[in-house]
């Protein structure tokens, strides 16, 4: 990940505010997404650093190390904050190589969520199935286009990141720092809001 180190000393020198160490911390998820990668759905998982300060998510890496749908080869790297913006890197490991950054641009607002006058979102769920019951009152409330049942938290929040879906929401307790750190300040990084039902 050398090429995300650079990165974050990029992002880093964005925030000029003198920082008291102790108010800083790195969370590490090495492997997001365990059940996807132990049932033999790599494309589910991904690897996350994130870093808070003062309790806030700052800086968000996200790495993908197995898909498809780069453009440049087999893995990509996120690297996102709310004051440098989102960024990724597609890695080929045939040649060995890492493309430049790629900016991504703050969201747009988007009018093909409605049909008929009515809100319809995409929206993207969890595979638990403790949850299922609640997920479909959610989804007869709702009524959404399209629903993406994807594992792994990092994964979820690269698939709101990348506009294949417009929220999601966790229904159940469960996620820890080292799962939401790095997702947040990658969503963040595009104007995304999370928040908590309180």
């Avoid at 911390?25 to 365990?34: L, M, N």
């Amino acid at each position: 990940m050398q090429e995300d180190a650079a990165s974050f000393d990029l992002i880093a020198g964005a925030y000029t505010e003198e920082l008291d160490t102790s108010e800083v911390a790195v969370w590490i998820d090495p492997v997001d997404g365990s059940k996807a990668f132990a049932d033999g759905e790599i494309e589910q998982v991904t690897n996350q650093i994130g870093i808070t300060v003062r309790g806030r998510p700052l800086v968000g890496i996200i790495h993908k190390p197995f898909t498809t749908s780069c453009t440049y080869g087999e893995a990509r790297t996120y690297v996102g904050s709310t004051e440098s913006g989102l960024f990724f890197f597609d890695h080929s490991e045939k040649d060995h190589t890492t493309s430049s950054p790629t900016y991504v641009s703050p969201f747009a607002s988007r009018s093909d969520m409605t049909q008929g006058g009515h809100y319809q979102p995409h929206m993207v769920f969890g595979q638990d199935q403790s949850q299922e019951h609640m997920m479909q009152s959610v989804f007869r409330d709702l009524v959404p286009m399209k629903v993406n049942r994807v594992k792994g938290a990092g994964n979820k929040f690269l698939h709101l990141a990348n506009e294949r879906s417009d929220f999601f929401m966790n229904l159940v307790p469960g996620y820890s720092m080292w799962d939401i750190c790095a997702a947040e300040a990658i969503f963040q990084s595009r104007g995304g809001i999370l928040t908590d039902a309180r």
